[in-house]
């Protein structure tokens, strides 16, 4: 940033530490939705496994009797296999598109591809109705200050961020693994 405007060079860092900031709060609330989140298993991505998930996902939120928009955040393995399905055809009136690898919903799932970053070892996906809970973010101070480190400035700043779901929407919340599904009794 030498020569360059001092209120410019003060923009840029705050959106570039914004940016990683947002990415670092993501990855917390996706660790936290997975705390909360009841366990659904998928043994593999077979379309015969992914179709039974999605029905028996589909029937539990029925139960649930949930109103709003089921959302369904998965790996790139998983998402490549619903988009990959049998059933995903213009007959079906499916809207999946091989061409921009894209596909808007999935037996009543609005699906969004995420990194696997966004998730813990053996997770497949994140499934919770939208805008099921919080995430907040507050900014008490952001400054530049006279570094004591290098010759120039520094960028200061300190908030708090969380999220939050009411303890009774988290039977709504729930995480699809690898592994068998254990028949019940």
């Known amino acids: 940033t030498v020569n360059a405007d001092f209120q410019s060079a003060v923009a840029d860092r705050l959106d ?9 709060f993501d990855e917390k609330a996706s660790a936290y939705l ?3 989140a009841g366990v659904k298993k998928l043994a593999d991505y077979s379309p015969e496994a992914v179709l039974a998930l999605f029905n028996d996902l589909s029937s539990t939120y029925v139960n649930l009797q949930t109103v709003g928009v089921k959302l369904a955040k998965v790996r790139p393995e998983l998402y490549n296999a619903i988009i990959d ?3 995903t055809t213009t007959a079906k009136s499916s809207s999946a598109n091989i061409d921009e690898n894209g596909i808007v919903s999935f037996k ?30 507050g900014i008490d101070t952001v400054r530049t ?21 009411i303890p009774a929407s988290r039977k709504a919340v729930l995480k699809v693994v690898k592994g068998t599904a254990v028949p019940e009794a």
């Open 16 to 24: 570039l530490q914004a940016q990683a900031k947002v990415q670092l």
């Open 34 to 36: 997975s705390s909360v």
């Open 85 to 87: 399905h049998p059933i």
């Open 108 to 137: 009543g799932f609005k699906i969004e591809e995420v990194p696997d970053a966004m998730f813990a070892e053996n997770e497949l996906a994140i499934v919770a109705i939208q805008n099921i809970g919080r995430q907040f973010t």
């Open 145 to 165: 200050m006279e570094s004591e480190d290098f010759n120039g400035v520094a960028l200061q700043g300190a908030g708090q961020a969380g999220e939050y779901i």
